[in-house]
């Protein structure tokens, strides 16, 4: 079965620090770009990072660019991302995937089910 | 950056209706356009990838059109399961912005 799975959330103080583990099975992970997501409670979806499969590219959303750092190890078919200085408004459901494909591709736009990060003092 | 702008953002229809949400973006994008469908509680579901191409698995009622800046997802009859909220995505290259959905429930 393909799957991602993230790991690593919970309730942090702000200011605080986490990392988000993706971890991914039943497909060859190296083959593609991932992404990091996130959903605030009742809100839209945010893209927060992304990370190319050799790690030559990774880009930041603006709201999380110099507290964000996004990382991956294809040994481990594994995609971190240390988050830092922590804000109330960095609070939501952070989930990992990979991107829709350009061609048929059953392996692409695969999600996990998403962990919950909880800045509050 | 481009932007992604969906229209409504929220929607309220009857079984069966045919139901139309449109996503604009500020540049051309091509065709690297996906939807994504999210049920309450769930986690986004993609439903059609380059603009048009509907995922394996996903009903027919389903479509996509739409190239370069304008692009459309149609349900052509409108079921009971379809209530959710229904986001655009652009994916040529980051960042990889999303629409900021569109609430389809029933009447």
């Known amino acids: 079965e393909m799957q991602l799975v993230e790991s690593g959330g919970g309730l942090v103080k702000p200011g605080g620090s986490l990392r988000l583990s993706c971890a991914g099975s039943g497909f060859t992970f190296s083959r593609y770009s991932i992404i990091w997501v996130r959903q605030a409670p009742g809100k839209g979806l945010e893209w927060v990072s992304s990370?190319?499969?050799?790690?030559?590219?990774?880009n930041y959303a603006d709201s999380v660019r110099g507290r964000f750092t996004i990382s991956r190890d294809n040994a481990k078919n594994s995609v971190y991302l240390q988050m830092n200085s922590l804000r109330a408004e960095d609070t939501a459901v952070y989930y990992c995937a990979n991107l829709a494909p350009v061609n048929f591709d059953p392996q692409a736009g695969l999600w996990g089910q998403g962990t919950l990060v909880t800045v509050s003092s | 950056d481009i932007q992604m702008t969906q229209s409504p953002s929220s929607l309220s229809a009857s079984v069966g209706d045919r139901v139309t949400i449109t996503c604009r973006a500020s540049?051309?994008?091509?065709?690297?356009l996906a939807w994504y469908q999210q049920k309450p509680g769930r986690v986004p579901n993609l439903l059609i990838y380059?603009?048009?191409t509907l995922q394996a698995g996903v009903p027919s009622r389903f479509s996509g059109s739409g190239s370069g800046t304008d692009f459309t997802l149609t349900i052509s009859s409108l079921q009971p399961e379809d209530v959710a909220t229904y986001y655009c995505?652009?994916?040529?290259?980051?960042?990889?912005?999303f629409g900021q959905g569109t609430k389809l429930e029933i009447k």
């Open positions: 540049q051309a994008i091509s065709n690297f």
């Open positions: 995505q652009k994916y040529n290259s980051a960042p990889y912005a």
């Open positions: 990370i190319s499969t050799s790690s030559s590219y990774m």
């Open positions: 380059a603009a048009s």
